[in-house]
């Protein structure tokens, strides 16, 4: 009769029910309590409620229903652990009264948690200070902008009047100087919302406040408070001024307009990279002097930033654009400042930082973090074509006639590899080791590339008694496997070019076997096309 009276209860606005039934029989096991709002016992289950009570959640609500009242006289601890007895007779219709009004009381419950939760969220977030005070002028409710500017918590504010709150000595609470408790008169005689302007001593000198004051009524009607929105204005007094002083210091040209895009201010450098003394009128709308700007310059994009190149006094500038909408308090657009810095020097400093980081400080070309940057790990779709090189009696040269020879001889083979194959992504791995990547090239164009090297290094170090002995070993491969890696890619060349190493071949086309020769291949059927 319990289960059905209960089920025949709708459940209230934004909830609903779900039953069980027959839990934690003979009170033995109450794991399952822990997320049940409302647990009814029978009288046979009173003996179990310290143990149903540890096992449910603080808020649960426990229901005792008995058919004719208890049986025997509870304890004092019984009472501290139930929240209601439904004693008999019972009868499904006053059993769905009852859980009704039950229901409507854990509504109200959580409605008012839940508008609890909705106030101090609003207030919280709203930059202004917020404050809700009694007649008496006990702060009851602050908000976090107004405990910044206090320099107290809300624990130490509230139920507490203006005297303790900003610190107002004994004298000055008296003359009711900096404390606003006029204003709070003015409200609850009136009883309507009223706009004040406020001087207030804080904790960041004297400041004006701009005030919304409004009386709060109890259900009889009567005056019980009032509730007070402060806006900080102290700066606005003293705005202009100051913006007129920053404008004038910046080192960068500066353009303000208003709401309607008209041109309010700016500053002298703006109207030294312009040149627009007379042409630039503070009423002229500032987008159609936009257009007429741009179509002597040049504005170009660059990783999300606008750039202007611009012609001033027969040097090229680069400015960087920044344009933003200037708000009030409230976010609403008031009107749009416009910055153009004077970046050439910064992008210049920053490509020159780029291509030392992409480049071997001897060589030139590109380096190894480049190379395998720009070439990248992963798979390409397409030939890919790999040139793969090192110096033979390179160790010699540095040994016998020292590091500025060997660097002279790096610098020359770095020069030959860029005059034989300019379309190559041509990179200095370390040491005497270059690589040459090329897309979608035959590999006979790879195979007279390398025999192109091979005579152009020979006949540039042939005729000199110190380096005759360097010749290059080139490894060359050549493939159009999907899924191929870089670092595979490499592992081939190198391969290929320990190959034509071994046997001073010049070069080596790579061909599957050669990562295991023979241990004298010298009359061996080579499997690999090689050059001398």
Request: glycine content about 8%.
């Amino acid at each position: 009769m319990l289960e059905n009276a209960l089920r025949s209860v709708m459940p209230r606005e934004h909830f609903e029910h779900i039953f069980t039934v027959d839990f934690c029989p003979d009170g033995a096991d109450c794991r399952d309590l822990a997320h049940d709002d409302v647990i009814f016992l029978n009288a046979g289950q009173a003996e179990s409620l310290p143990g149903i009570r540890r096992a449910t959640k603080a808020e649960a609500v426990i229901i005792l229903v008995a058919p004719a009242g208890l049986a025997a006289n509870p304890s004092e601890e019984f009472w501290t652990q139930i929240d209601d007895i439904w004693t008999g007779p019972h009868t499904p219709a006053a059993l769905a009264f009852r859980f009704a009004k039950l229901l409507d009381g854990l509504k109200l419950k959580r409605d008012v948690r839940l508008t609890q939760l909705y106030l101090d969220t609003i207030i919280d977030t709203t930059p202004s200070l917020v404050w809700i005070k009694d007649v008496k002028g006990a702060h009851l409710k602050v908000n976090e902008s107004f405990c910044r500017t206090v320099g107290k918590s809300k624990r130490d504010i509230e139920g507490r009047g203006h005297y303790y709150i900003w610190d107002l000595k004994k004298e000055e609470y008296e003359k009711g100087e900096y404390v606003c408790l006029e204003t709070d008169v003015v409200v609850m005689e009136e009883g309507k919302t009223r706009v004040f302007d406020e001087i207030v001593k804080s904790k960041q000198g004297m400041r004006q406040f701009k005030t919304w004051k409004s009386p709060l009524f109890d259900d009889d009607g009567r005056i019980m408070g009032t509730v007070g929105i402060a806006l900080d204005v102290t700066n606005l007094a003293s705005l202009s001024a100051e913006l007129e002083l920053l404008l004038r210091s910046l080192p960068f040209a500066v353009l303000i307009a208003d709401a309607e895009d008209r041109v309010v201010n700016v500053n002298e450098k703006f109207r030294e990279f312009f040149d627009v003394a007379d042409e630039v009128a503070l009423d002229e709308n500032y987008r159609i002097w936009r257009e007429k700007a741009l179509a002597e310059g040049r504005l170009v994009r660059v990783e999300g930033r606008e750039e202007l190149r611009w012609e001033h006094n027969g040097r090229e500038m680069l400015l960087d654009v920044q344009e933003q909408a200037i708000l009030d308090v409230f976010s609403h657009r008031i009107g749009t400042i416009v910055i153009f810095r004077d970046v050439t020097l910064e992008r210049e400093f920053e490509r020159r930082l780029a291509r030392n980081a992409n480049t071997d400080t001897l060589t030139g070309l590109y380096n190894r973090r480049y190379f395998y940057e720009r070439v990248r790990s992963g798979v390409t779709e397409g030939a890919e074509g790999l040139l793969y090189m090192d110096l033979d009696n390179f160790k010699a040269v540095n040994d016998r006639c020292g590091h500025q020879a060997g660097d002279h001889v790096l610098v020359t083979v770095a020069g030959l590899l860029r005059e034989i194959c300019p379309e190559a992504l041509t990179a200095r791995l370390g040491g005497d080791e270059f690589v040459l990547y090329l897309r979608d090239h035959p590999l006979d164009f790879l195979i007279r590339k390398a025999g192109q090297l091979v005579e152009l290094m020979r006949e540039t170090f042939g005729n000199s008694e110190m380096l005759r002995d360097l010749s290059p070993s080139i490894g060359i491969v050549r493939s159009e496997e999907p899924g191929l890696t870089l670092d595979e890619l490499i592992r081939r060349a190198d391969a290929a070019m320990y190959t034509a190493k071994r046997g001073r071949l010049g070069y080596c086309v790579y061909e599957p076997g050669l990562e295991n020769p023979p241990d004298d291949d010298r009359g061996a059927d080579r499997p690999y096309r090689s050059g001398r």
